[in-house]
Antibody
Framework: QVTLKQSGPVLVKPTETLTLTCTVSGFSFTASRMGVSWIRQPPGKALEWLAHVFSSDERLYNASLKTRLTISRDTSRSQVVLTMTNMGSLDTATYFC?????????????WGQGALVTVSS | DIQMTQSPSSLSASVGDRVTITCQASQDVGESLNWYQQKPGKAPKILIFDASNLETGVPLRFSGSGSGTDFTLTINSLQPEDFATYYCQQYENLFTFGPGTRVEVK
């Protein structure tokens, strides 16, 4: 059974760094050739893709947020971590992690439960 | 960066209606286009992949078409559980979601 379980703070202060963890089970990053993305959704707004790590550990970033984002993977812990620096009010959103295979079909097929992160002092 | 647009942004429909949502990419994405359904408080669910392929378990009333820059999601005979927001997403170059189309009860 494939699951993605997210953990992290629900409240961060402006200028702080956000660290979110996605712990996966039911598949292997490398053996299954699976990557994981982080995607966010401000309240009442659209989905925005943030970053992706492939099974090879190659990483991709949203160009408009690239300077603030770091995605990393710990295979031994089955975890993918996203850090976002210099948080501001516009970063208040529900953050999701989602799995996508390196091979076709390239779909986000399993998602974490989502976590609302509020930026406020 | 590839930008995605969708139209309409929202629509009102009744059970049994046929609904069509369009998605346009700012540059050619081939058939690297997926459609998702999202209900309030839930994660998105994949419906259509590679522009026209129905994900396993998704009802046959959902269909997708298009290639290049113009794509369409059609829902034939809308059911009560289909009232939701629909997003297109390209993966030709990085990943980009469209702004969404909310399907509401008329």
């Amino acid at each position: 059974q494939v699951t993605l379980k997210q953990s992290g703070p629900v409240l961060v202060k402006p200028t702080e760094t956000l660290t979110l963890t996605c712990t996966v089970s039911g598949f292997s990053f490398t053996a299954s050739r699976m990557g994981v993305s982080w995607i966010r959704q401000p309240p009442g707004k659209a989905l925005e893709w943030l970053a992706h790590v492939f099974s090879s550990d190659e990483r991709l970033y949203n160009a408009s947020l690239k300077t603030r984002l770091t995605i990393s993977r710990d295979t031994s812990r089955s975890q993918v971590v996203l850090t976002m620096t210099n948080m501001g009010s516009l970063d208040t959103a529900t953050y999701f992690c989602a799995r996508m295979a390196d091979h076709t079909p390239h779909v986000f097929d399993y998602w974490g439960q989502g976590a609302l992160v509020t930026v406020s002092s | 960066d590839i930008q995605m647009t969708q139209s309409p942004s929202s629509l009102s429909a009744s059970v049994g209606d046929r609904v069509t949502i369009t998605c346009q990419a700012s540059q050619d994405v081939g058939e690297s286009l997926n459609w998702y359904q999202q209900k309030p408080g839930k994660a998105p669910k994949i419906l259509i992949f590679d522009a026209s392929n129905l994900e396993t378990g998704v009802p046959l009333r959902f269909s997708g078409s298009g290639s290049g820059t113009d794509f369409t999601l059609t829902i034939n005979s809308l059911q009560p559980e289909d009232f939701a927001t629909y997003y297109c997403q390209q993966y030709e170059n990085l990943f980009t979601f469209g702004p969404g189309t909310r399907v509401e009860v008329k």
